[in-house]
């Protein structure tokens, strides 16, 4: 079965981190773009952050840029997303989406919630 499995998420006081992990089973991530994605109470889904399939290269939303820090592990099949100096904005469930060209496949994982509060 192909998916993505997210973890690492969970409560952690304003200024602290997380790093979430966006694993693939059944599939190589190797060809895929990653994103990584959020979904707060009440709110659409929103882009985070983003890294090719070749050189990787990175983009990042406003709100975290300096922030958060997204990198690969291609022995892993896995993606990260390092996530320092949160703030209670940066509550959401998070997940990741795993893209690519050809042949056209796509897939997103469940989500983890990340909670910022003291």
């Known amino acids: 079965q192909k998916q993505l499995v997210e973890s690492g998420g969970g409560l952690v006081q304003p200024g602290g981190s997380l790093r979430l992990s966006c694993a693939a089973s059944g599939f190589t991530l190797e060809h895929y773009a990653i994103g990584w994605f959020r979904q707060a109470p009440g709110k659409g889904r929103e882009g985070v952050s983003c890294i090719n399939s070749i050189g990787g290269s990175t983009n990042y939303a406003d709100s975290v840029k300096g922030r958060f820090t997204i990198s690969r592990d291609s022995a892993k099949n896995t993606v990260y997303l390092q996530m320092n100096s949160l703030k209670p904005e940066d509550t959401a469930v998070y997940y990741c989406?795993?893209?690519?060209?050809?042949?056209?496949?796509?897939?997103w994982g469940q989500g983890t919630q990340v909670t910022v509060s003291s």
């Open positions: 989406y795993a893209d690519r060209v050809l042949p056209r496949r796509s897939y």
